[in-house]
């Protein structure tokens, strides 16, 4: 099972900047689609961005234009840039990796990390 670690959370004013960093154990890193995630209290987990292993990149809506998504692939690590918070994007952060081969499926989630945006 491939462990991921996040850090980077904490609490930032509106119109600020915060980077998340994912940490993946293992060998797969580099052929799995990574992907970035969030639950705000009360709602379901949503897709934030998403990062194939070639390179493809998609944002929710919400985002676009304001976070970014990539990954170092050398330090087997995803980040996540986000800029102009706003409180509604107040929640707890996931990262996910998914790799699926003829014969294993990989798919494994951090712990978390919480992103507060308060005045």
């Known amino acids: 099972q491939v462990q991921l670690v996040e850090s980077g959370g904490g609490l930032v004013q509106p119109g600020g900047s915060l980077r998340l960093s994912c940490a993946a154990s293992g060998s797969i890193f580099s052929i799995s689609t990574m992907t970035w995630n969030r639950q705000a209290p009360g709602k379901q987990r949503e897709l934030v961005a998403a990062?194939?292993?070639?390179?493809?990149?998609n944002y929710a809506d919400s985002v676009k234009g304001r976070f970014t998504i990539s990954r170092d692939n050398a330090k087997s690590t995803v980040y996540l840039q986000m800029n102009s918070l706003k409180p509604e994007d107040t929640a707890v952060y996931y990262c996910?990796?998914?790799?699926?081969?003829?014969?294993?499926?990989?798919?494994?989630w951090g712990q978390g990390t919480q992103v507060t945006v308060s005045s």
């Open positions: 990062i194939t292993s070639g390179g493809r990149i």
């Open positions: 996910r990796l998914q790799h699926n081969s003829a014969f294993r499926k990989y798919d494994s």
